[in-house]
C-alpha cells in the first residue's frame, strides 16, 4: 500500500474511532507531536505513550478531521483541512484549521506532527 492510501485509511479509523485499527496501520516505534499549548500536547513515541496521548484528549474533546487536500512527497503527506467537534466538559463546538505531516515507512506509519488552530480549540475548552 502506498503512503497517501495509508493515511486516507488512518483517517477512516480515526474517524470511526476505531483505535486498534488505527494502531495497526503504526510502527511500534511510532512518534506523535503537538504543541504543549493544548492539555494533551507534548512528544510520545511508541504504541504506550500514543495510548497516553489518546487518553488525554479522548476526554475533553469528540472531534472528526475532514480533509481537505492532500499533498504527498514521497514517503511524506501533508493533509489540511479541520477538525470539527465539541468540547465535552464545556459543550462548545470548534471547527479548527489543521495540517497534519505524516511520515510513512516500509508501509508503516512512524511519525505524526498534528498542527491546529490552537486558539479556537483552547476557548471551546475554557
Not at 514517503?75 to 489540511?80: E, G, L
Not at 511519525?111 to 483552547?122: A, C, G, M, N, P
Request: with cysteine.
Amino acid at each position: 500500500m502506498k503512503a497517501l492510501e495509508i493515511v486516507k485509511q488512518a483517517y477512516v479509523y480515526l474517524n470511526e474511532k476505531d483505535i486498534p485499527n488505527y494502531f495497526a496501520l503504526m510502527s511500534p516505534d511510532v512518534e506523535f507531536y503537538q504543541t504543549e499549548e493544548v492539555p494533551w500536547g507534548g512528544r510520545y513515541r511508541g504504541f504506550d505513550e500514543s495510548k497516553v496521548f489518546f487518553s488525554k484528549f479522548s476526554p475533553l474533546i469528540d472531534s472528526e478531521v475532514d480533509v481537505s487536500y492532500y499533498i504527498s512527497s514521497g514517503n511524506q503527506i501533508v493533509a489540511i483541512g479541520k477538525t470539527n467537534g465539541i468540547a465535552r466538559q464545556t459543550g462548545k463546538k470548534f471547527s479548527c484549521n489543521l495540517a497534519h505531516i505524516w511520515t510513512v515507512k516500509e508501509e508503516k506509519i512512524v511519525r505524526l506532527e498534528v498542527y491546529i488552530d490552537t486558539d479556537v480549540l483552547k476557548a471551546a475548552l475554557i
